[in-house]
């Protein structure tokens, strides 16, 4: 498997150097429809730059305000070089999304189905726990904007999950919906019931993840899979798993199968 970390830390670096034909196109013109210039398009480039930084810090709720002064121009200049905060967010969030997906297909093209889905994941993992925005963007903050890219993202992971199933590398008894919702619990904050993280907390759990999905369980999951948002099912309660009796109910005192002793009487010989 990929070592943890490898495959997301080149997902989350500022861009500092672009050629001219890799800025995005929304910002390849001004308001008035012309090419701008060498300087305008510097500035351009800084502002890419750190928005993207600041997506990942602070979240989709980052301001101008803020992103400017991170790029070292003003407020006026932020106005001029791009259409608006909004346009801003949507490039960096498309070009790192874009990236995350490069990384999934190229997963589905190694011949060891486990470890494309386990590098994948890494990559995955890893961008969610370094970047706010992008978390709080596949979480659905930003609405319907995302909506190509994200499932772009479902169905490279149910094709990498499916695959690794037919590989016999991943249970079968877990279906390619319930991954997503694993991977996200993978990553972590910085503290919880006053524990601090590790440095490496998120690989540790995502290494947990992966070695639950590896196929050698032998208990089923239980409970109700999970559903798209717009098409809600009721709830369910969780079947027992096989071979396990319901628990007893409160103050009765559960059945043994065989012989039972009376206290104080001795066991006949």
């Avoid at 932020?78 to 490069?102: G, M, W």
Wanted: glycine fraction near 10%.
């Amino acid at each position: 498997m990929t070592r943890p970390g490898d495959t997301a830390d080149h997902l989350l670096d500022p861009l500092p150097e672009r050629t001219p034909g890799r800025l995005p196109e929304p910002l390849l013109v001004d308001a008035s429809g012309r090419v701008p210039r060498a300087d305008a398009r510097r500035n351009a480039e800084r502002l890419v730059s750190a928005a993207r930084v600041a997506v990942a810090e602070v979240g989709v709720s980052v301001t101008a305000h803020e992103i400017a002064r991170r790029a070292g121009v003003g407020v006026g200049t932020f106005y001029r070089r791009v259409p608006s905060l909004e346009a801003l967010l949507r490039t960096v969030l498309d070009e790192v999304l874009d990236e995350i997906l490069t990384v999934g297909e190229r997963a589905l093209e190694d011949p060891d189905p486990w470890n494309g889905l386990s590098t994948f994941a890494t990559a995955y993992v890893g961008l969610r726990t370094e970047s706010c925005g992008i978390s709080e963007a596949m979480g659905g903050a930003c609405g319907d904007a995302l909506a190509p890219r994200l499932a772009g993202l479902r169905d490279l992971v149910r094709r990498l999950v499916e695959r690794a199933q037919e590989a016999g590398a991943v249970r079968a008894d877990v279906p390619w919906q319930d991954v997503p919702f694993l991977l996200a619990a993978a990553s972590t904050s910085a503290r919880t019931l006053d524990i601090r993280a590790s440095d490496g907390q998120w690989e540790r759990n995502l290494s947990v993840v992966l070695n639950g999905l590896r196929a050698r369980q032998t208990e089923p999951v239980t409970g109700q899979l999970p559903v798209s948002s717009r098409s809600p099912l009721p709830g369910k309660a969780p079947d027992p798993l096989p071979g396990k009796a319901p628990d007893p109910l409160p103050g009765k005192a559960p059945e043994v199968d065989g012989p039972t002793e009376t206290a104080g009487t001795a066991p006949q010989g």
